[in-house]
């Protein structure tokens, strides 16, 4: 009863706070959902599959450049084209996939494979003129929800939470089918579960297009949150670390990892630049890399595991 009383809280916590805050705090939870759910995306293969990706820009980019093409050259709702960039993310996915799990590769070497890939479809959107090539592409601003586009920032709000709410069920889903127990499995010692029957090039797959095919549909969002995309901000290997660094912080392989530690990322950029952005340049940048330190050195499983871990030591009533 007392989780359903401080989730039912919670849920209605924020169903009203959007209309009780200023606009940039507005913004500042909106960025908060959003990273949320791109790391809840990571978090299927990275965090429960255990293979560590650092290209998942491309992903991104690839659902939020098909949106954006299909719906100013086609006249395609973004809230359909979003569908299209997932299924050419899960595509690239499978072939990234083929070619590192085929052949084995595992830790640093699967992460380079997709770091490459990345960068090659970054230099491909530099060079692109459909894309935009250097200059980007704008996407023109006429307010229609049909179209993706809302006045004010109240309609994203809301829009960034439903995402990061269906993200974590499909998470709590996987959590909870023999999926997920196969992707723990692998990440725990692959060749054991190899060799206990398990397919494990198969579940690496899966979880691979599902991780891949969530990220673009965040990409639609962030589209037509922006009105501007570029390539050299997109598809910058700093954004893949900005999607893997949430779950990373928060807990990888749990529900709850990466949003808290969005939360707790966004908030310590945000009193960084707050506090410490008036004087020599940059330095409030170097403050959040240095919170951010103390942070992994002081909580390595994250933040999730270790509350979770400090509680059950002080539950009342627990056998010794």
């Known amino acids: 009863m007392l989780r359903l ?7 209605v916590a924020l169903l009203v706070l959007p209309f009780w805050v200023p606009s940039a705090w507005q913004n500042l939870l909106i960025t908060t959902f959003y990273y949320a759910y791109l790391g ?6 990275g965090g429960y599959a255990g293979q560590l990706s650092l290209g998942h820009a491309a992903f991104f980019a690839i659902g939020a450049y098909t949106s954006a093409i299909l719906a100013t050259q086609y006249a395609i709702s973004p809230w359909l084209g979003m569908f299209a960039g997932a299924a050419l993310a899960a595509i690239l996915s499978l072939g990234i996939g083929y ?34 090539g250097y200059t980007g592409l704008f996407i023109n601003y006429t307010p ?30 996987i959590q909870r089918s023999k999926l997920g127990a196969y992707l ?4 725990e010692d692959e060749d054991a579960s190899e060799a206990l029957g398990v397919d494990t090039f198969r579940y690496k797959m899966i979880a691979y297009a599902l991780s891949a095919s969530l990220t ?11 009105y501007y995309l570029q390539p050299n901000t997109v598809l910058h290997i700093n954004h893949s670390v900005d999607i ?36 020599m340049a940059g330095l409030s940048v170097v403050i959040y890399g240095v919170l951010l330190i103390i942070v992994v050195l002081f909580l390595p499983r994250g933040v999730y595991p270790t509350l979770a871990h400090l509680m059950r ?7 010794a």
Request: proline content about 4%; hydrophobic content about 50%.
């Open 244 to 279: 893997m660094i949430r779950p990373i912080v928060g807990g990888a392989g749990t529900i709850l990892g990466p949003v808290l530690g969005s939360f707790l990322l966004e908030l310590l950029g945000e009193f960084s630049r707050t506090y410490f952005a008036g004087g």
């Open 144 to 173: 229609n929800p049909w179209q993706f586009q809302f006045q004010g920032k109240i309609p994203y709000y809301f829009i960034a939470l439903g995402f990061l709410a269906a993200g974590s069920g499909i998470v709590w889903l």
């Open 216 to 226: 673009a549909l965040g990409g639609t969002f962030y589209a037509y949150y922006q």
């Open 99 to 132: 070619l590192g799990f085929r052949f084995g590769l595992r830790g640093f070497y699967f992460i380079l494979l997709t770091l490459a890939v990345a960068e090659i479809c970054r230099l491909i959107a530099l060079h692109l003129p459909l894309l935009g």
């Open 184 to 187: 723990v499995a692998i990440r």
């Open 40 to 45: 809840q995306a990571w978090n299927i293969l």
């Open 313 to 319: 030591r002080r539950r009342p009533g627990r056998a």
């Open 5 to 11: 009383g401080l989730g039912t809280a919670a849920a």
